[in-house]
Nanobody
Framework: QVHLVESGGRAVQAGDSLSLSCKAS????????VAWFRQSPGKEREFVAM???????ALYADAVKGRFTISRDSEATVYLNMNNLKPEDTAIYYC???????????????WGQGTQVTVSS
């Protein structure tokens, strides 16, 4: 069983940068795609970014394109580097893994507990 644990979330000011990490235990990510989603109060969980298991494909939501970068440095750790943060980026950020190259939350079968990012203006 793979467990995902996010870390790095905290309160920052608009324009700041922040890096989130997602570490997998157990069998690590193996050949899975990895993704970041986020959820704000009163809103549905939304796609942020994903990367295929070999890193050949990376997808980003339009709202974060050019500001956020997803990367993976091993079979067990995925990062989300966030630059020029905006108040609308405030959310709980979740790491997920799955077997498809997709931006659909339902296609990911393993999820972390989330880490809170708060951006103040």
């Amino acid at each position: 069983q793979v467990h995902l644990v996010e870390s790095g979330g905290r309160a920052v000011q608009a324009g700041d940068s922040l890096s989130l990490s997602c570490k997998a235990s157990g069998r690590a990510f193996g050949t899975s795609s990895v993704a970041w989603f986020r959820q704000s109060p009163g809103k549905e969980r939304e796609f942020v970014a994903m990367m295929s298991w070999r890193g050949r494909t990376a997808l980003y939501a339009d709202a974060v394109k050019g500001r956020f970068t997803i990367s993976r440095d091993s079979e067990a750790t995925v990062y989300l580097n966030m630059n020029n943060l905006k108040p609308e980026d405030t959310a709980i950020y979740y790491c997920a893994s799955g077997n498809s190259v997709t931006d659909k939350a339902g296609d990911y079968n393993r999820w972390g507990q989330g880490t809170q990012v708060t951006v103040s203006s």
